[in-house]
C-alpha cells in the first residue's frame, strides 16, 4: 500500500502471531517494481549489442534491487485485517514489544535510485521517434504488496512515466522516514528535530517535482486509449493530487517550525495554514475525476479529508487570534465565531484521522508534534474561554455570529524543476546509425509484405 513506514510496532498477544502496525507520517503511492522478460530476444539485431546489455543489466539490476527493497518493506509494512483486532486485546493480553531497524531499507532505496538514475540515459533512446523503437517492447511491471501483474504495454514512453514515478516514490519514503519520531537521549520522549523537519521539505518538493515532470513531460506523450490500461494510481489526477499534496505537507512542516519558534507571527502562521489548507483543497480537487472506489483510494481521500480539517481549524485558529486583538465587538463576535469553528473542525479531523486509520490497511500515526500538540490543547481551551468572555456581545450581536472568510493567499511552495538527463552518448554512435538504417529497412520490408499479403 502506499503508505510508507519507517518503524513498524510488532505485538505479541499471547500465544498469537505478531501482528505488525506501522505508522504513518506520510501517504505513499503504491510501489510498482519491474517484471523480469527477456529484453534481449526482443531487441536484438534491431539495436547494436551494447546497447542492448546496458538495457538488459540496469533493468535486470532495478528488478533485484527493487525485489530486495521491496521486503524490507513488505516486513514494515505488514498489514494485517486481524490488528484492529489485536489493539483491543492489548489491554486485556501480556504484550511484548519489538521495533524494526530502517538501516537496511535506507542503503537498498538509495541504491536503487542510483540504479534508476543510470537507467535513465539508455532507456530515452527507445522513446526518441526517429529511432522506431517507441512501440517495440512489451514493459512489464507489478503492484509490489500482493505481486499483482498489471496490463503488459508496449510502449517506452510509459516505462519511462514508471522509472520517474518509483523515484518520486522512494524520495517520499525517505522523507516519511525522516518524519517518524526518534526518541531523544535525555528525556526519553520520541521526537522530530527541526534538521530532520527542514531536510523532509526538500524532500517532498523534488517528489512533487518528479510527479509533476510526469503529468507535463511524459503523459503527454501517450495516447489516451493507452492511458485507459494504466492501474489507478497512474491516472493524471493521482499524480496531480499526490505532487500538490506533497507541497501541502512541506507547508504543513513549515507551519509546525513556525509554531515552535519565537520569533514567527500570527500572520506568518495564518498564512502558512491557509496555504496548507488550499493545497489540499486542491489535491482533493484533483481526485475528484478519478476511480478511486479501491481501498488504496478510498484510503487516500481518507488521509487527504483528515489533513485539509486539521489545516482548516489551524487557519480558523489563528485568524480568530488576529481578529481578537481589534478593539470593536464585531471583532470579538467574528474571534468567537472563529475559535468555535476550529474547535469544531479540529473534532471532525479527529473523527477523519480515525477513519483514516482504520481504512484497509489498518495503519496508525506517530506521536503528535509539539506544534501540533499545542493546538489541540489550545484551541478547545480558547473556545471555551472566549465563549464566556464574550457570552454577553453574542447575545447582543447575534446579526454579526457569522463565520468570517479565511484571507486567500498566494502559494508559496512549487515543485522542484526536474529534467530528464541527456540521452545515452552510445545512441549516437556511428555503429547505432548502421543499425537504424537496418531497422528502417526492416520496417519498410514489413509494410511491403503486409500489402502484399
Not at 502496525?21 to 503511492?29: M, N, Q, S
Not at 531497524?101 to 534508476?116: F, N, P, Q, V, Y
Not at 527541526?194 to 513531460?217: I, P
Not at 489535491?283 to 479501491?294: K, P, Q, V
Request: net charge negative; aromatic share 8%.
Amino acid at each position: 500500500m502506499g503508505c510508507a513506514s519507517s518503524i513498524s510496532k510488532i505485538y505479541t498477544v499471547g500465544s498469537a502471531k505478531k501482528i505488525s502496525i506501522p505508522e504513518i507520517a506520510i501517504f505513499v503511492p503504491s510501489m510498482r517494481v519491474p517484471v523480469r522478460f527477456d529484453l534481449q530476444r526482443t531487441l536484438r539485431g534491431l539495436i547494436p549489442r551494447d546497447l542492448i546489455d546496458k538495457l538488459s543489466s540496469l533493468r535486470n539490476q532495478i528488478v533485484l534491487v527493487a525485489g530486495e527493497t521491496g521486503l524490507v518493506l513488505q516486513r514494515l509494512l505488514f498489514f494485517c485485517i486481524f490488528c484492529l483486532v489485536a489493539e483491543k486485546m492489548l489491554e486485556k493480553t501480556g504484550i511484548q514489544k519489538f521495533s524494526l531497524d530502517s538501516g537496511e531499507r535506507g542503503s537498498a532505496a538509495t541504491e536503487l535510485l542510483r540504479i534508476l538514475e543510470e537507467y535513465l540515459p539508455v532507456l530515452l533512446g527507445l522513446t526518441k521517434k526517429e529511432y522506431g523503437l517507441e512501440e517495440l517492447v512489451e514493459f512489464k511491471w507489478k503492484i509490489l504488496e500482493g505481486g499483482r501483474q498489471e496490463t503488459t504495454v508496449a510502449n517506452s514512453w510509459l516505462e519511462l512515466l514508471s522509472i520517474v514515478h518509483m523515484m518520486a516514490v522512494l524520495t517520499l519514503s525517505e522523507a516519511n522516514s525522516l518524519l517518524i519520531p526518534k526518541v531523544h537521549s535525555d528525556s526519553g520522549e520520541r521526537t522530530v528535530s527541526a534538521d530532520s523537519k527542514k531536510d523532509a521539505v526538500e524532500l517532498l518538493l523534488k517528489a512533487s517535482g518528479y510527479l509533476e515532470f510526469c503529468v507535463r513531460d511524459i503523459l503527454a506523450h501517450l495516447h489516451p486509449d493507452i492511458k485507459k490500461r494504466f492501474p489507478k494510481d497512474l491516472q493524471d489526477g493521482v499524480l496531480r493530487a499526490i505532487s500538490i499534496q506533497a507541497l501541502g505537507q512541506g507547508t504543513e512542516l513549515q507551519l509546525s517550525l513556525a509554531v515552535e519558534s519565537q520569533k514567527a507571527s500570527l500572520s506568518v502562521k495564518r498564512r502558512l495554514a491557509c496555504e496548507q489548507m488550499s493545497y489540499f483543497g486542491q489535491a482533493h480537487y484533483c481526485l475528484s475525476g478519478c476511480d478511486m472506489s479501491n481501498g488504496y483510494g478510498k484510503k487516500h481521500l481518507l488521509f487527504i479529508k483528515w489533513k485539509y480539517l486539521e489545516a482548516k481549524a489551524a487557519a480558523y485558529y489563528y485568524h480568530g487570534l488576529i481578529l481578537d486583538k481589534g478593539n470593536e465587538p464585531s471583532c470579538h463576535v467574528s474571534a468567537v465565531c472563529c475559535f468555535l469553528a476550529a474547535e469544531e473542525l479540529l473534532l471532525d479531523s479527529k473523527k477523519a484521522f480515525l477513519s483514516f486509520c482504520l481504512a484497509v490497511p489498518v495503519t496508525r500515526a506517530p506521536p503528535l508534534c509539539d506544534a501540533m500538540k499545542l493546538l489541540y490543547q489550545k484551541i478547545p481551551d480558547i473556545a471555551s474561554k472566549k465563549s464566556q468572555m464574550y457570552g454577553y456581545l453574542l447575545e447582543q450581536e447575534k446579526s454579526l455570529q457569522v463565520l468570517p472568510d479565511l484571507p486567500e493567499f498566494q502559494l508559496s511552495l512549487r515543485p522542484d524543476d526536474y529534467q530528464l538527463p541527456e540521452i545515452h552518448p552510445a545512441w549516437d554512435s556511428e555503429e547505432w546509425e548502421n543499425q537504424g538504417q537496418t531497422l528502417k529497412e526492416h520496417l519498410r520490408d514489413s509494410e511491403d509484405e503486409t500489402e502484399t499479403d
